[in-house]
């Protein structure tokens, strides 16, 4: 078996020690890093004959779970093993959204390593236990940690929300204007600003998507 490996971090020492972990197995087959995602990105157009990413998460330009989500999408038949130094709940909820197959901690030794990226390539998916148990806690709630996390990005200010409930009881942009005492250009501006932040597209969407983070 010749199992073809690309790895990617931002930290080169790092590269090195887990290219020499690979290094005690034969069917190991080590083939390039990437300082980042976009660099990997670049070497997968002229290079894409890989069966395994080892892939971080924090890195610049690009990081992991953001690559990891656009690798799945152009090369589906890549395997992606997590790699990193963080095991906190958000990065590994984020990354099997992202389609990862695998999550391991970088002080993770040759032997389990191996053993990991094998049980991948074979259908599985590769976790040290305190992670297995994390995944486990995440996938009885996971509506709860994303709710959390959307709730964190949407910052509307209390005019906003004045705006955005009045248009949740079916009121024209008149007789929004008219109940708040602002001019109908406001309005339509504030909603515009409402739709940006929400990222989407109209009405129906951002009623949906406040009602489901609480905001309304």
Same mark, same amino acid.
Do not use: C, W
């Given at each position: 078996?010749?199992?073809?490996?690309?790895? $990617?971090?931002?930290?080169?020492?790092?590269?090195? *020690? $887990?290219?020499?972990? +690979?290094?005690?197995?034969?069917?190991?087959?080590?083939?390039?890093?990437?300082?980042?995602?976009?660099? +990997?990105?670049?070497?997968?157009?002229? !290079?894409? &004959?890989?069966?395994?990413?080892?892939?971080?998460?924090?890195? =610049?330009?690009?990081?992991?779970?953001?690559?990891?989500?656009?690798?799945?999408?152009?090369?589906?038949?890549?395997?992606?093993?997590?790699?990193?130094?963080?095991?906190?709940?958000? &990065?590994?909820?984020?990354?099997?959204? *992202?389609? *990862?197959?695998?999550?391991?901690?970088?002080?993770?030794?040759?032997?389990?390593?191996?053993?990991?990226?094998?049980?991948?390539? !074979?259908?599985?998916?590769?976790?040290? =236990?305190?992670?297995?148990?994390?995944?486990?806690?995440?996938?009885?709630? =996971?509506?709860?940690?994303?709710?959390?996390?959307?709730?964190?990005?949407?910052?509307?200010?209390?005019?906003?929300?004045?705006?955005?409930?009045?248009?949740?009881?079916?009121?024209?942009? &008149?007789?929004?204007?008219?109940? +708040?005492?602002?001019?109908?250009?406001? $309005?339509?501006?504030?909603?515009? !600003?409402?739709?940006?932040?929400?990222?989407?597209?109209?009405?129906?969407?951002?009623?949906?998507?406040?009602?489901?983070?609480?905001?309304?």
């Amino acid at each position: 078996m010749n199992i073809k490996i690309a790895i $990617v971090d931002d930290n080169s020492f790092l590269i090195n *020690a $887990v290219k020499e972990k +690979l290094s005690f197995f034969e069917d190991l087959n080590f083939k390039f890093s990437a300082l980042n995602g976009s660099d +990997l990105l670049v070497k997968l157009e002229d !290079n894409h &004959n890989i069966d395994l990413i080892l892939m971080d998460i924090e890195m =610049p330009i690009l990081n992991g779970i953001e690559t990891t989500e656009i690798v799945k999408q152009k090369y589906p038949h890549i395997k992606i093993i997590m790699l990193t130094v963080f095991d906190n709940d958000e &990065n590994i909820f984020k990354s099997i959204k *992202a389609g *990862a197959d695998g999550y391991l901690l970088k002080e993770i030794n040759a032997q389990d390593l191996h053993d990991g990226i094998l049980e991948t390539l !074979n259908g599985g998916a590769a976790m040290n =236990p305190s992670i297995a148990l994390k995944t486990l806690k995440l996938l009885r709630n =996971p509506l709860n940690i994303e709710n959390q996390q959307e709730q964190e990005d949407i910052k509307l200010t209390a005019r906003e929300i004045e705006v955005l409930e009045q248009l949740s009881k079916g009121l024209s942009y &008149n007789a929004i204007a008219k109940n +708040l005492i602002l001019s109908t250009g406001t $309005v339509r501006k504030h909603i515009e !600003n409402i739709y940006n932040k929400l990222q989407v597209h109209n009405k129906i969407e951002a009623l949906q998507k406040a009602k489901k983070n609480n905001i309304i």
